[in-house]
């Protein structure tokens, strides 16, 4: 008689408790994201301000250091002086068409509205299309003015490592969530169980009152 009200109410609090671990659950993932994204971003505009000071004069700057940088950032760096591409052919693996990527930035850079203001210091960042490989990239640049010139600095990291790392974080959230709200309705089912069991052991020894009364009656007197 009680199996029917315990399927409804488990299905009720095994409802609300897999909503409420599900939102937390978003919540939590939706944090850690931004934070993997942050510290990424983070590792940019790090690399971003070390050769935009050696360009300024607070460094040395060579091909071998801009090859170091890339390899550190995982990105590829362009500079033009005024204009006129550095000679640096750059140290990013095999697979990349530096040149498509670097005009794609300078493009994309220029609809930011990057060199438009002369004599002044501008930075932009944006995101890349993805190329045929299917890799994402992220751009930071700027235009530094220099003595008598302006200086365009590109540096364009590869996050499809980053990319790849927050899809399987969300997978791993998903798979949590599944495994908690499997053992939340094993929970809720042996919880409602319990708070039943004294109604069902009172409607059984009102069943067993009855048909001894009814037993009594029955019998002549």
Not at 151 to 158: C, E, F
Not at 203 to 214: K, S, Y
Request: charged share 20%.
């Amino acid at each position: 008689m009680l199996r029917p009200l315990s399927r409804k109410l488990t299905l009720i609090f095994g409802t609300l408790t897999v909503m409420v671990l599900g939102i937390a659950m978003a919540v939590t993932c939706k944090m850690a994201v931004n934070q993997y994204r942050v510290s990424t971003d983070l590792l940019l505009s790090r690399t971003f301000t070390v050769i935009e000071d050696a360009i300024t004069g607070k460094g040395s700057i060579s091909d071998s250091w801009l090859a170091r940088q890339e390899a550190a950032a995982i990105s590829v760096i362009h500079i033009e002086d005024g204009g006129v591409p550095l000679a640096f052919s750059g140290a990013r693996q095999e697979g990349i068409d530096r040149e498509k990527l670097i005009a794609g930035a300078k493009e994309q850079a220029k609809s930011a509205g990057l060199g438009g203001l002369h004599g002044k210091k501008q930075r932009v960042s944006f995101d890349l299309p993805k190329d045929r490989a299917g890799r994402s990239y992220r751009c930071m640049a700027a235009a530094i003015p220099y003595k008598n010139i302006t200086v365009a600095l590109y540096v364009i990291q590869d996050n499809t490592t980053a990319e790849k790392h927050i899809l399987l974080m969300g997978w791993q959230y998903l798979g949590l969530w599944c495994i908690g709200s499997l053992a939340l309705l094993v929970i809720c089912r042996f919880a409602v169980g319990r708070a039943l069991k004294p109604t069902e052991e009172a409607m059984l020894r009102q069943r067993e009152f009855v048909a001894a009364a009814g037993h009594e009656l029955r019998s002549p007197l």
